[in-house]
């Protein structure tokens, strides 16, 4: 069931609001004491709007493209008066005074918020086991972990908690925890999506995105958050295009790019084959399949570290307990690490060699997409160099997110656009992402080319047994 | 007096007169406001907040470099000054460290040339109230945030003297160019003077900066002690620390309050949040044009076209509504007659408004005519007009209240109009300014 599927049950007043978010609200306590993908469940908050969608007379789907739509945010989003932790201790009680522009966007289009998502704390990592609550379990193997940081997001649409979810990605937040959960993940292009309100990790990076179980949703949702805003002076000031326009155009013609350097070689066989298959049916399709040659992704994670670090040291200052929030004390080891990193790259006679350099090299990976561009419509590769990972895998790994994020740090640091959906299972049961990037602002291709691979991939079932 | 020749630069911060703050659109009007009113996420550091950069302060710099003959940076930036204080809400401060918007200037005083090094944006700071009836510290962020103008000289300053000089005449060219009021007393201009000692006319290789004076007769006290304390470590074959001083106003002493050792590494680096600024040449020009005449220029032009002479000069242009008023007597007179051979009695007429007694047929004449208007009233009968104006004129009164410096002349034209100029212009100034400091 889709966005459109529900609605078209409004419409025939088939099920009131209140009915579906009840039902939601059931199936999350029903699974989350297992998958405990929700640091906070508005069961009050979300059966009042609910009861409010209900009262409109004539629901206008073109002012209100997501009347009635159950929707989980990631923890790092302000919700005006609701609990905005970003997983982090220090924020355990602070409640915002005001809405960040996505969650207020999606309010105005009639989202129903059921609640926040678990996180890793202030986004560092790709587990959610940094986060300073609890750990979220992956619902295809509840021994395994969801990825992150968006984790709690991923998790909560892969287990049917919510019909949508909104993550945040700096590189990888939301497309690795998509491919672990079998979820569609949508990374727009940095400035397509405003960052007001949203805890800050690395500000030169950070994008909001959807995370759905199809591609409509994501289309849908996009268009919904995305465009200029006046409190981002980041946020660009292009205008969004109607994304559903050409979606289902298919891919005849289309130039695709296969990034050599990509297939790592000590990736997982699996996940290797299971995208060439998808590759394959891209081609088949009329598709023009070329392999092109991008900078080993190795240097973007060295790139990435540094500005990541480098931002967050910087980002994090703010929480000293003064005006809200618990004291710096109460800072994870893993924020504790980065902000000395960072502290230290940016000292005076450390600059030059490490973040300037590292803007340097930035530099280069922009210039290198570019000249990749020019020759091809859109990039496939895998999302991620193996699949969901064991609880625990994380200890004594600090560069643990960094190498899960391999595939997508590069693309992050130029700021384009990607999504990652399933193209398939392992042998013991766990999604495998595959990743489509294009330009910047070319969110319409990686959706389109997402759509025809989801009308044409033939998976069986993507729910799972819970 | 002494055989070091002392060598001065100036760091002077000034708050300028923007509606909204720096990088949010909270209102920047923070006197006598309750604590805490004029905040919002971006200026309390709350998760999330972001800056977007006050266009109009950013113009408001470009003119003050134009006016100090900088060059203007065509590709400029903001970066973070990474440190911490409770009066900053981010654990940074957006200002400019690399590419400042005006580098490269110069101002002609007494005719010396004092290099401007540079002229950048930066937003200030939220104040801190220490040790009310004991109970520790509080903050009040309605500062947070305000568009703060920062002015760099190179140390070409050789004494208080011009020192003082230097720093009016930068004070009357921000006020002329509309950007600050300049109240030193509501901390709108502060002045830090870096100080330090030569034996032999070449840059030592230590400075001591004297952090926010604020009034200029304290920087004069402040360097005068300096001075002073400094030949004597000095005469002792020692060099004077390097290191930030506070000046204790009671005492009249400056005392250490930083050494460089202990100086912070601030760890710049670009403002993520804000993307570069880029200005085309059309568009400097375009700021240029908006430029309002400066007192150089004022000068020149009284001098030229109405033969004032340099004192009486010098009076008129220090304060702006006084020249104005200047010249509209002098356009009434042009109507009834008078030539320019008498404009400089008529300058004489409006800075003392007393007859001179070089040439009192023709000053008479004159005297009838600006006169012509009858007796003069009292101040007395002043302060009961200008009250009446106030009542009459609330927007203009909250504008000057708010630091534009153009509602001054309009009140005082008010004023005009209802003595039929039947009064002192300067007492009238200070009235109304009295008045709307409250």
New interface residues.
Partial sequence: MNIFDLQDKYKEREFSVVEIVSDYLKRIKEVDNRIKAFVTVDELGAIERAKELDKVDRIDFDKMPLYGVPIAIKD???TKDLK?T?SAKI?ED?R???D?TVVERLKKAGAVILGKTNMDAWAHGSSTETSDFFTTRNPWDLSRLPGGSSGGSAAAVAAKMCMASIGSETAGSIRQPASWCGVVGTKPTYGRVS??????M???TDSPGPITNNIIDSTLILRVIAGKD?????CSALEVEDYMKGLEDGVEGMKIGVIKEYFLEDMNEEIKEKVKKAIEVFEKAGAQIVEVELMDPKYAVAVYTIVQR??V??N?????G???GKGRKYFGSEAKRRIMIG?HV???GY?DQY?LKAQKVRRLIIDDFRRVFEKVDLLLAPTTPCCALKVGSTADQPMFGEMMDILVEASSLAGLPGISMNCGFSKEGLPIGLQIMADQFEEDKCLQAGKFYENERNIVSLEPDL | MNKYKVIIGFEIHIELSTRSKMFCSCDAWHFQVKPNTKTCPTCLGLPGGLPVANEEAIKMCVKMGLALGCSINKFSKFDRKNYFYPDLAKGYQISQYDLPFCYQGEMEVDGKKIGITRVHLEEDTAKMIHDRDGSGSLVDFNRSGVALMEVVTEPDIDGTSLATTFLKKLQNMVRYLGLSDCDMEKGRMRCEPNISLSCDGKLPDYKVEIKNVNSFRYVKKAIEYEIERQSKILEKGEVPAQETRGFDEKKQVTFSQRLKEEANDYRYFPEPDIPPIEFSDKEIEEIRKEMEELPDKRMERYKKDYGVDEANGLILIENRELGEFFERVVRELVIRGVGKEDFMKVAKIVVNRKVGKDDPEAVDNIEKIVKGLGELIDEDESVRVVDEVFLENEKAVNDLKRGKENAVMFLMGQVMKKTKGKVKPGEVILIIREKANG
């Fill in positions: 790092n989003f302000s905005t970003a924020l602070y915002p005074v005001f960040s960052r007001y309100g949203v805890v800050a690395a500000s030169s006046n409190h981002d002076s980041t480098s931002e040291s910087s994090l200052a703010r929480y000293d003064v005006r809200y502290t940016l000292s005076s600059y973040y």
